[in-house]
């Protein structure tokens, strides 16, 4: 599977916006670009995921670069809720299988 | 809609004793994946289910095995426990087996601890 790299944490300020960035530079086409995230204590969450254009829902957007090669994860504003570790998981679409190939991540601390 | 639900929740072993754990899936999701997380080798895939056949397995030895039943309940087993197995067990279940556009529920869970 093709790796992505993450930053180890980031620091964001309550009602804030955050924007956590995942390079993949060996992305093959027919990869998707998936985003989870990890709550203390409890199992991943599905965040969002796209495969070439921006893509919006109620908890996050996502902006894929022109050549797909980086994306950034956008909190529009983050609150305490929101401290998690953030993993971009590259999931190719032909793929016989659903396996989830995890990173290190980014643990995502938010202040008051 | 129910959530994956996984019991039970807390699960204290000694060595050498076997465990089974269970993983509901969301209603009308055929596909069960399992996951060992421990502090020090993170989110690690143990295999994946479609259909009451296992269609994918990660690198863990013979011990951990699974099954799936035809209301896509899944089982996992783990024979002769090991220290080194205490980890948590996370279930997710998908829609479907192939393609990269779903996205995979998980559930909460099972703390083992194998002292």
């Known amino acids: 599977d093709a790796k992505t790299t993450q930053p180890n944490s980031m620091e964001s300020n309550e009602e804030e916006p955050v924007h956590l960035p995942c390079n993949h530079s060996?992305?093959?086409?027919?990869?998707?670009i998936h985003w989870y995230r990890q709550l203390p204590s409890q199992g991943p969450e599905y965040v969002i995921h796209?495969?070439?254009s921006n893509v919006n829902n109620r908890m996050a957007s996502l902006a894929i670069a022109e050549d797909r090669k980086s994306s950034t994860l956008i909190l529009h504003r983050a609150t305490l809720r929101d401290a998690a570790v953030y993993y971009c998981?590259?999931?190719?679409?032909?793929?016989?299988?659903?396996?989830?190939?995890f990173g290190g991540g980014t643990r995502l601390m938010v202040k008051p | 809609k129910a959530g994956v639900t996984q019991t039970p929740r807390y699960l204290i072993k000694t060595r050498g004793q076997q465990v089974t754990l269970s993983c509901s899936p969301i209603?009308?999701?055929?596909?069960v994946s399992w996951y060992q997380q421990t502090p020090g080798q993170g989110l690690q895939f143990l295999f994946e289910?479609?259909?009451?056949?296992?269609?994918n397995k990660g690198n863990f030895p013979g011990r951990f095995s699974g099954r799936q039943f035809s209301n896509s309940r899944s089982e996992m087993n783990v024979s002769t426990l090991e220290l080194g197995d205490s980890a948590l067990y996370l279930c997710?279940?998908?829609?479907?087996?192939?393609?990269?556009?779903?996205?995979?529920?998980f559930g909460s869970g099972t703390r083992l601890t194998v002292v």
């Open positions: 289910y479609f259909s009451e056949t296992q269609r």
């Open positions: 796209g495969l070439t």
């Open positions: 209603s009308g999701h055929r596909s």
């Open positions: 997710a279940s998908s829609p479907a087996l192939t393609g990269g556009n779903y996205g995979y529920t």
């Open positions: 060996t992305i093959s086409g027919t990869d998707y």
């Open positions: 998981i590259l999931r190719p679409h032909n793929n016989a299988g659903n396996m989830l190939t």
